[in-house]
């Protein structure tokens, strides 16, 4: 397998399951336990690099998915439990930042993607054993919320499409 194969993020082609928004946010998941194993289990630097980046990227745009449009949408099934996953993503989001602007080759770079991955890793579980189950058991109708995450997702795409067109212009 190349080292420049992309993360396994379902694409627009994909169908996003509008009625059930919380198997989009699994898949999500797995794809970021995927890339932390790679990440955690190679001794290739540039395997390592590759996968921190596509880990950053990954993140980031689940992170904006969950906070644009998922956790105001399932609120007021258990606000506290969202106040603390919007505060888990508060400290992310500042690791993301911090990585975002910084070379995967600086020193610092490991030490801040470990960091990201411990506290994103615990966040996913705690979703997934907490925030989920609760979910399930309210049997809202998520479909609204899915169609929203849809087409808030087919935009971050697209917005990612045209800047990576700029960047590669001369």
């Known amino acids: 397998m190349a080292t ?20 989009a946010l699994l898949r999500d998941h797995d794809m970021v336990r ?27 745009m689940h992170s904006r998915l969950e906070e644009g449009v998922f956790y105001p949408g399932v609120r007021r ?22 990585l975002q602007g910084m070379s995967m080759d600086d020193a610092r770079a490991e030490p801040l993607v470990r960091e990201m991955l411990d506290a994103v890793l615990s966040h996913i579980r705690q979703e997934e054993e ?26 971050l795409v697209h917005l990612q499409a045209q800047l990576s067109d700029r960047a590669a212009r001369p």
């Open 4 to 23: 420049t194969d992309a993360p396994t993020r379902p694409t627009l082609r994909d169908s996003f399951p509008v009625d059930n928004p919380v198997q």
């Open 34 to 60: 995927k890339l932390a194993e790679k990440y955690e289990n190679t001794h290739s630097a540039d395997v390592k690099k590759q996968a921190a980046t596509q880990l950053i990227q990954a993140i980031h």
């Open 77 to 98: 099934v258990d606000p506290n439990l969202i106040a603390r996953f919007e505060e888990d993503h508060l400290a992310v989001d500042d690791l993301l930042a911090t």
């Open 130 to 155: 907490q925030l989920f189950p609760e979910l399930r058991q309210a049997k809202l109708d998520l479909t609204s919320i899915g169609l929203e995450m849809q087409a808030f997702e087919a935009n």
